[in-house]
């Protein structure tokens, strides 16, 4: 079963960087497609990236390409979110979670499952 604990969210100033990191304390997580999603006050859960189970397919959704890269490693069974040139629009609450490789493309939160409890990332000078 997987049970997903992020990390590495903070308060950092327009044009910094962090790293989430998505830590899968169960046994499985080498087997799914892992995304992050991102819920700003006020605002709907968004999908922000996924990588499928075997780490080379990576997606992205416009706001963030060029910005964030995914990457993973299966033997920590961590996937990690490598956030650059923050915005203030970045900030909120960002959330990881599991689903199949299929379904990764679309970064569509219906699809997705066992999610974590989420890392507070706040961009602000």
């Known amino acids: 079963q997987v049970q997903l604990v992020e990390s590495g969210g903070g308060l950092v100033q327009p044009g910094g960087s962090l790293r989430l990191s998505c830590a899968d304390s169960?046994?499985?997580?080498?087997?799914?497609?892992v995304g992050w999603f991102r819920q700003a006050p006020g605002k709907e859960r968004e999908g922000v990236s996924c990588?499928?189970?075997?780490?080379?397919?990576?997606y992205y959704a416009e706001p963030v390409k060029g910005r964030f890269q995914i990457s993973r490693d299966n033997a920590k069974k961590t996937v990690y979110l490598q956030m650059n040139s923050l915005q203030e629009e970045d900030t909120a609450v960002y959330y990881c979670?599991?689903?199949?490789?299929?379904?990764?493309?679309?970064?569509?939160?219906?699809?997705?499952?066992?999610w974590g409890q989420g890392t507070q990332v706040t961009v602000s000078s």
């Open positions: 169960g046994f499985t997580l080498e087997h799914y497609a």
């Open positions: 990588i499928k189970s075997g780490g080379i397919y990576k």
């Open positions: 979670a599991v689903s199949s490789d299929e379904r990764c493309p679309w970064i569509y939160e219906p699809d997705f499952g066992s």
